[in-house]
């Protein structure tokens, strides 16, 4: 089966841009999650959806942050107007409904979107 | 509050065993992860523990303590290929997960 796929995998932009970041879960897996990395710290969760719903947010970072999963499928995360402490590598994972990551499964995660803003 | 602690880097030599110990404390417990991930790829998921005791999957095993709030993944037979960074998060009480800075692991010849 295809992994996670995300898009960009790297992207550059200038403070006060706007960036989307995209990903597409594994077909059928009803949960996704965002995270991210800041440079040289550990990864934090933003969020997380069950299907087209946010089921938790709590990670989100302040309201420069919009994440959207239309229909349930791919989701993507906006980022606007972006500050030069949101530079990181961002992750997106998905796992099953109802088995979801707390199983032998785990949660699969894309390669994620290296962002830089300058 | 809620955190992991790892080794930032270790070295070992190919052919050896290596273990790379993690300890955690998360509100609720509902199980710890080893993911493995070379530089610029995802995450790869290595094992999941919510058990106390050892789980084994070929050269990697996993080991948990959950009174002591401790984990451990040993490596045998290392590779080259094993170099990587290894991450070990827990998920508390809900299906977030809670990750420390990882283990920065390189083999040498």
């Known amino acids: 089966e295809a992994g996670v796929t995300q898009f960009p995998s790297h992207s550059v932009i200038e403070k006060g841009q706007t960036v989307t970041l995209r990903c597409d879960p594994i077909?059928?897996?009803?949960?996704l999650y965002w995270y991210r990395r800041v440079m040289g710290k550990e990864i934090k969760f933003l969020l997380h959806?069950?299907?087209?719903?946010?089921?938790?947010e709590s990670g989100m970072p302040n309201n420069r942050f919009l994440a959207e999963r239309t229909g349930g499928t791919y989701s993507t995360l906006k980022v606007q107007p972006a500050e030069l402490e949101d530079s990181g590598v961002y992750f997106c994972?998905?796992?099953?409904?109802?088995?979801?990551?707390?199983?032998?499964?785990?949660?699969?995660f894309g390669s994620g979107t290296r962002l830089t803003v300058v | 509050g809620q955190n992991i602690d790892q080794p930032t880097e270790m070295t070992a030599t190919e052919g050896a065993i290596v273990q790379i110990n993690c300890t955690y404390q998360?509100?609720?417990?509902?199980?710890l992860f080893w993911y493995q991930q070379h530089a610029g790829e995802a995450p790869t998921f290595l094992s999941y523990?919510?058990?106390?005791g050892l789980e084994e999957k070929g050269r990697f095993s996993s080991f948990l303590s959950r009174s002591k709030g401790y984990s451990y993944l040993l490596l045998k037979e290392l590779q080259m290929k094993d170099s990587a960074s290894y991450l070990c998060?827990?998920?508390?009480?809900?299906?977030?997960?809670?990750f420390g800075t990882g283990t920065r692991l390189q083999v040498f010849p």
């Open positions: 994972a998905s796992s099953q409904g109802g088995r979801g990551p707390l199983s032998n499964y785990g949660y699969t």
């Open positions: 959806f069950v299907k087209e719903s946010k089921q938790d």
């Open positions: 998060p827990a998920s508390g009480d809900t299906d977030k997960l809670i």
């Open positions: 077909s059928g897996h009803d949960n």
């Open positions: 998360t509100s609720g417990f509902n199980g």
């Open positions: 523990n919510v058990l106390d």
